[in-house]
Structures are given as C-alpha cells and as structure tokens.
C-alpha cells in the first residue's frame, strides 16, 4: 500500500463542534464502505479536543484507511453530547459522558450497551482498545455477544507508572494488583500491541502475549528541520525567550514528572542561561505553577494546530522529556523529525528513540541532578548536526505509511486466525 496518507481530509473528525448530534432512541447510521475488505473499530477514552498522542494516532489513522479503499474504520470515544462525524470510510461516535474529575480533559467511556449497538451495526473485524483501566471491561461487556477478536494498544504503562509515582506506603500491592490487571486484560485480548522494546519486555515481565511488536508514526512533511528558518519569527510571535531554549510539549499529568524538570531547570539556566518553555494543559498545570522555578518558564497552552506545534518545536533546540513511564513518546519524535534533539529519562521508551537514533541523551530516571547535568552536557554539543542525526532516523524508520501497512497486516493475521 503506497498511497500517502495526506490525501484525505480529516477535518471533520478534529472537533466535537463538527461532529452532528445524533438520538439514542433512533436507528445509528448504516456502514460506510459496506464492500470492505477489513473493517476495524478503535475504542479509547484518550480522544478529545485538547488531548495528545493517541488522538493524533487515530487522527492519522483515519487519514490512512481514508486512502484506502478496501478498509473501514470506527471510532468509539467519549463527549460532551452523543455526535457521529465522518469522512470516506471513516466514522466517529462521540458518546455523552462525564469527565474525570483527576484527569481533565479526559473523559469515562462507560457506555456497553449503545457500544453493543455500534457493534451491531458497524459489524467490525477487529476491535483495538485504546484504554487501560476501564474501558477494557466495558468494551468486552459489549462484545460479549458479538465475540469479535480484540487487540489492545499498550499506550499506558500501568504499573510502571505506579512504581514511579505511586504512594510509598502500599506501593508494592498496588504495582502487584496493577500487574495482575494487565494480565488479565492481555488474557481477554488476542493480541497485546506494544510500540516499543521496553514495553514488549514488561509485558512479558507482566505475563502478557501474545504480542505484536508496532511503532508509532511521525508527519515527515508538518514537522521538518525546514521550519527552523523561521525560528527567530516563530518566537518572536509566541512570546518565546531568545538564546538557548528547551520545550516540553504535552499532557501536563503527575506521572509526566514534569516536577522533576522543573527541579533541574534551574541549575540548567544558571550553568548555561537556557530557558525552559512548556506547552500542553492537565490536571497537574495548577501544582506545576506553584512550583518555585514556574515563574521563570514559558508557559504556552494546548496547541490544537499541529502546524503550529511543529513550530514551536523546532524553535526550540533541545527537548526535554522526564517520564520515565513513556511506551512510545510520539513528540519526542516529532521532534527529532523537526531536527532537535532529545533529552530523556534512561527508562522507558523515549531512551530507545534516543540511543537508536544518536540524537540526545538520557539522564538516571527521577533524578533531576542528573538531568540538570546532562542538559548542561547536550546543551553544549553540535546541536544542529545531532537534529540531523534525530531527523534522519525518523525519516527511515517511522513514516506514518510504513507504521500503518505494517499494523494492518498485523490486524489481518490476528482476523485470519480467529
């Protein structure tokens, strides 16, 4: 499969303000593409107007099965009201629900029984869930007639992110209970996705498989060295700082462990007079303020417009990512397809871009003397030839088109041996 995924407008499906309200009571729209070859269904609680990695996923996964005659695509994801968009061979239902009052601005998915209704007419092949807690549960109540064969996109490193972050007192039974959850949601699924070598390896460690070793992609024409010509405008426009700048982009989220960065930066801006900018909106932004370095970083909200943020990206010259508990880490890609290096935790996925790539550098997880040092470290290196380097890896290996035919023909094999 060759065509390229920008031939599609996927503009409908962006907002809920574009989405058409649709009534419970009423019978849901017929199939698109009723001829097609493969049909698949994503349900995740991780899609809104303002969230991040999984929604750009989607998005261009969308883009890719649009170009694709012979495939079908449905989205199943939570809103402020029930709405259905759609595009060639592509629909998204947005169903009503609350939000989560420790993860704004995500939303529960707790509907089994209008799900079962989408599955009823919908009739996917596949299933992929995009969730880790809950979701699972009720999309496996609401396949519970329909038997469809699921696979699950291990995004979000349960466990582990307890094991970071998860109170000192009981943390051991947690991380023990959150083990046995994976387990059980991988039992349920035939196939456990895993975008990176370490989330393979703590699957396996968790007693996960099969698994089905993916990627994630990367818009090689939207985020490219080309655009830091126009760095100098693009800050200046952004109200930026000038002089050596690192950024952050992202859900702004405890176990992103942006504290732990905020800690360092203000060694960094001593030894080397970098400034840090931050853009991105979560439940954790109004602690993150309080923090005694705030005041001294550039604060920038949820950017919707991805053009946009691949220009504030490669304004920067360095990014900064401290999660240890990363299972693939699609804007550190982005912005080493921009051209600028990354640094990162040691563990996690985003330290595996890092050392395939030869673009950046990683610092001992949770240790923000470390990560003050090393900052200081890349901050003093050939900073555009090490772009290069991120920019030429992304180019080889990550390709939204490359991603998608292989993930596919995964989808194929786990259909066929249904």
């Known amino acids: 499969m060759t065509a390229s995924t920008h031939s599609a407008d996927i503009s409908a499906l962006v907002s809920e303000n574009r989405a058409v309200p649709f009534d419970r009571s009423r019978p849901l729209p017929e199939p698109l593409r009723p001829d097609a070859r493969l049909s698949v269904l994503d349900a995740t609680k991780y899609f809104g107007d303002t969230t991040g990695g999984i929604r750009t996923y989607l998005l261009e996964k969308a883009r890719y099965v649009a170009a694709h005659p012979e495939l079908r695509h449905t989205m199943v994801v939570p809103g402020s009201r029930d709405s259905v968009a759609e595009i060639d061979g592509v629909r998204c239902?947005?169903?009503?629900?609350?939000?989560?009052?420790?993860?704004?601005?995500?939303?529960?998915?707790?509907?089994?029984?209008?799900?079962?209704?989408?599955?009823?007419?919908?009739?996917?092949?596949?299933?992929?869930?995009?969730?880790?807690?809950?979701?699972?549960?009720?999309?496996?109540?609401?396949?519970?007639?329909?038997?469809?064969?699921?696979?699950?996109?291990?995004?979000?490193?349960?466990?582990?992110?307890?094991?970071?972050?998860?109170?000192?007192?009981?943390?051991?039974?947690?991380?023990?209970?959150?083990?046995?959850?994976?387990?059980?949601?991988?039992?349920?699924?035939?196939?456990?996705?895993?975008?990176?070598?370490?989330?393979?390896?703590?699957?396996?460690?968790?007693?996960?498989?099969?698994?089905?070793?993916?990627?994630?992609?990367?818009?090689?024409?939207?985020?490219?060295?080309?655009?830091?010509?126009?760095?100098?405008?693009?800050?200046?426009?952004?109200?930026?700082?000038?002089?050596?700048?690192?950024?952050?982009?992202?859900?702004?989220?405890?176990?992103?462990?942006?504290?732990?960065?905020?800690?360092?930066?203000?060694?960094?801006?001593?030894?080397?007079?970098?400034r840090l900018v931050v853009v991105g909106d979560g439940a954790a932004r109004k602690k993150l303020q309080y923090h005694p370095y705030a005041s001294r970083v550039t604060w920038r909200p949820f950017q919707p417009d991805r053009g946009a943020v691949a220009e504030l990206l490669a304004a920067a010259d360095v990014f900064v990512t401290p999660s240890a508990a990363e299972t693939f880490g699609l804007a550190a890609l982005e912005a080493l397809a921009s051209g600028v290096p990354v640094l990162s935790a040691a563990t996690g996925a985003v330290a595996e871009l890092v050392e395939a790539s030869g673009a950046g550098r990683t610092f001992a997880s949770g240790d923000s003397s470390d990560l003050a040092n090393q900052a200081v470290w890349l901050l003093r290196q050939d900073l555009p030839a090490l772009g290069m380097r991120g920019r030429a890896f992304a180019e080889r290996h990550h390709s939204w088109n490359g991603v998608f035919d292989r993930l596919f023909a995964a989808y194929r094999d786990v259909v066929a041996a249904a």
């Not at 989560?100 to 089994?112: E, K, V």
């Not at 996917?124 to 064969?149: F, Y």
């Open 93 to 274: 239902y947005r169903l009503r629900n609350f939000n989560i009052p420790t993860q704004r601005p995500y939303r529960f998915l707790l509907n089994a029984a209008l799900i079962e209704r989408v599955l009823d007419r919908e009739r996917p092949d596949l299933i992929e869930i995009g969730s880790p807690l809950m979701v699972p549960w009720v999309l496996r109540r609401a396949n519970r007639r329909h038997r469809i064969p699921m696979v699950w996109l291990f995004h979000s490193n349960v466990p582990q992110v307890v094991t970071q972050i998860g109170p000192r007192v009981g943390r051991g039974l947690m991380v023990r209970v959150a083990r046995a959850h994976t387990r059980r949601v991988g039992s349920f699924c035939r196939a456990t996705i895993a975008t990176s070598e370490a989330a393979a390896r703590d699957l396996e460690a968790y007693g996960v498989g099969p698994v089905i070793r993916g990627s994630l992609g990367v818009d090689l024409e939207q985020f490219s060295p080309l655009l830091r010509e126009r760095a100098h405008e693009v800050r200046s426009r952004a109200g930026l700082p000038a002089g050596p700048l690192a950024i952050y982009t992202g859900r702004l989220a405890v176990e992103k462990q942006l504290d732990i960065l905020l800690d360092a930066w203000a060694h960094v801006e001593r030894r080397t007079g970098a």
